[in-house]
C-alpha cells in the first residue's frame, strides 16, 4: 500500500463528482422516544462519486490510467474537492507538535463545537503562513513538507500566534476494484469517441501528519 503524490485526479473530471463530509454516529432510540448517541468518528471522512456523465475517450483515458496506476483500491491519491478546497486566515491556523515542528489545520465554525480538521495535503506553491507578534501580523518563510502539512517555523518568540492560507487536496483512494466504461455510438467530439462509465466511487484516506 503506498500513496501517490502526483499525479492528481483529474480535475475537470473530479469538478462533476458529487459528495463530501460524512460521520459515523450510533443512535438508539428509548421506548420514551429520547436518544442515545454516540459518535464513532472524531473527524469527518468524506465520500465522493466521480461523474458518470458522457465524456470523450480522452476523459476516460486520465481516470483509466489513474485507476491503473492505483491498482485499484490499493494505493491513494490526491483529489481536490472543489466543494472545500482552500483556506483563509480567518480559518488556517497551526497547531504545534513539538518544538519547532507545527501542523497545517482548518476550523469550521466557531466556538466550542467548532471543527478542526487536519490538513496533510497543502498544494506546493499555495501556502503562506503568518506570524502575529504584537498585533503585526505578517508573511514569514517556513519550511513546508506537502506530504504531511507539517511546518517548521524559526525564530519562535512566546506569545507568537501563526495563521495560514491556501490550497489544499484530499487523500483519496478508489472504493472499487472494477472500472466498468462503454462506448457512446458513432459520436465524436474533435474526433475523439465518447465515453460512458458507471459512477466511480472515492473515500477519504488517514495519512500520515506531521511528527517530530
Given at each position: 500500500m503506498?500513496?501517490?503524490?502526483?499525479?492528481?485526479?483529474?480535475?475537470?473530471?473530479?469538478?462533476g463528482s458529487v459528495g463530501g463530509p460524512g460521520y459515523s454516529t450510533d443512535v438508539t432510540v428509548m421506548f420514551s422516544g429520547h436518544e442515545a448517541r454516540n459518535i464513532n468518528w472524531s473527524r469527518a471522512r468524506g465520500?465522493?462519486?466521480a461523474s458518470s456523465a458522457?465524456?470523450?475517450a480522452a476523459d476516460f483515458d486520465a481516470v483509466?490510467?489513474?485507476?491503473?496506476?492505483?491498482?485499484g483500491r490499493a494505493h491513494g491519491f490526491r483529489f481536490k474537492d472543489w466543494g472545500d478546497y482552500d483556506v483563509t486566515t480567518d480559518e488556517g491556523v497551526l497547531t504545534l507538535v513539538a518544538g519547532s515542528l507545527y501542523q497545517l489545520v482548518k476550523r469550521y465554525g466557531s466556538g466550542d463545537q467548532a471543527e478542526s480538521r487536519v490538513i496533510t495535503k497543502p498544494v506546493a506553491g499555495?501556502?503562506?503562513?503568518?506570524?502575529t507578534r504584537a498585533e503585526v501580523t505578517a508573511a514569514i518563510t517556513v519550511t513546508l513538507d506537502t506530504t504531511t502539512g507539517g511546518v517548521t517555523v524559526s525564530?519562535?518568540?512566546?506569545?507568537?500566534?501563526?495563521?495560514?492560507?491556501?490550497?489544499?487536496d484530499v487523500p483519496v483512494r478508489f472504493d472499487t476494484d472494477e472500472l466498468r466504461a462503454q462506448l457512446v455510438g458513432p459520436e465524436?467530439?474533435?474526433g475523439s469517441p465518447l465515453m460512458v462509465w458507471e459512477?466511480?466511487?472515492?473515500?477519504?484516506?488517514?495519512?500520515?501528519?506531521?511528527?517530530?
Open positions: 503506498a500513496f501517490m503524490e502526483t499525479p492528481r485526479f483529474p480535475d475537470d473530471i473530479a469538478q465520500r465522493w462519486e458522457v465524456r470523450t483509466r490510467d489513474m485507476f491503473r496506476m492505483a491498482r499555495s501556502v503562506t503562513v503568518y506570524r525564530g519562535h518568540v512566546e506569545g507568537d500566534v501563526y495563521t495560514w492560507d491556501g490550497e489544499f465524436r467530439v474533435e459512477s466511480v466511487p472515492l473515500i477519504e484516506i488517514r495519512v500520515a501528519e506531521a511528527s517530530a
